[in-house]
């Protein structure tokens, strides 16, 4: 029998055309079976209402993988395209509206760091994400704010990174006293495995603080966590992190975003951004058991785990405190931003060089 060139999917109320739906997007492991272009599309109609609570109103870029995910293809950057593959990648983000979008698809203006802008998807209904899947889109990337008010987040994202000699164990543990912390402060956090060997804890926040504020509660969280634990870091350069499990503050940047619950990861086996309640956190040794497969299952029996995050807001302002009590000062931003007021030099630490100047201030050389 011959493949069908084009099906159509049920996606809330729209039905959504999905070409190649036989393409093969993950191959077999030894734990699933493969995965196809049109599965991928009817997990994200499966699990609707955790993967429409997180991308409801939000500008998301998506990350499409178009031939599928195989050994050693690569992602480009952010740097090598905005919206292309770059010249040697095989998978790219789309930061804009792709040509062809359908009239139902709604969008947003944002502004980049550079100060561009562009008009990016704004997902209203399950459709969104199902066309999207069509056009290769395994993870969705959201903005932490709602299209009302693009300058301020409502999300403050803690982004725990295993760094190597360190596992995921590692980062469960270290988010258990995260947790404890958010609770000393009166803050919920709401966590989610990362679909590969971290942990995301996200907190909603009000609207009432730009980026580079909400980039500054993180830096303050990370600095008392890692004052409290040994096995945590804040340092942004690698060569200073050692085997702990690394605090990014800066994805807490304007254009920095976190695979979104739910999302698929391009990772053998179709492994899932799984939301989970702390307790369900604290028994997961294997992330690799929350995929395409099995989370659907999940979702249908329990519900979202993160069904109430949107119940109450937060005020950062003991966040801030911390970021002021506590040593340490600016951090490093990401590299292709411009420099920022009170940013320490962007230079490794090894590679610094000592300045030496004469008392007439002539310059003698290194040290």
Known sequence: MPKAAVVEVQAGDRTVRVSSPDRVIYEATDSTPEVTKLMVAEYFVAVED????????????????????RPGMKLATSRMAQSSRGEDADAFYQKRVPKGAPDYLESVEITFPSGRTADEICPTEIAVPV????MGTLTFHPWPVRRSDVDRPDELRIDLDPQPGTSFVDAVSVAGGARELLEELG????????GNRG??????????????????AAIGFGRELARRDPGVTVDWWKEERGERIFVDFNQNCRDRTIASAYS?????????????????????????????FTVPERLAASGDAWATIDDTAHSIEP????YDELPGGEMPFPPDYPKMPGEPPRVQPSKKVEEHWDADGHWIGPS
Request: one cysteine or more.
């Open 264 to 292: 698929l990861r391009p990772i053998p086996g179709a492994p899932v951004s799984t939301p989970l309640t702390w307790e369900e956190l604290a028994g997961v040794s294997d992330p690799r058991e929350l995929n395409l």
């Open 187 to 194: 803050l919920r956090g709401y966590v989610k495995t990362s």
């Open 319 to 322: 966040l801030l405190a911390l």
């Open 50 to 69: 955790g993967l429409m609570r997180a991308l409801r109103e939000r500008p998301t870029a998506l990350e499409r993988w178009t031939s599928g995910v």
């Open 199 to 216: 942990v995301h804890i996200f907190v909603r926040i009000e609207p009432r603080w730009e980026f580079l504020d909400v980039r500054h």
């Open 131 to 134: 066309w999207c899947a069509h």
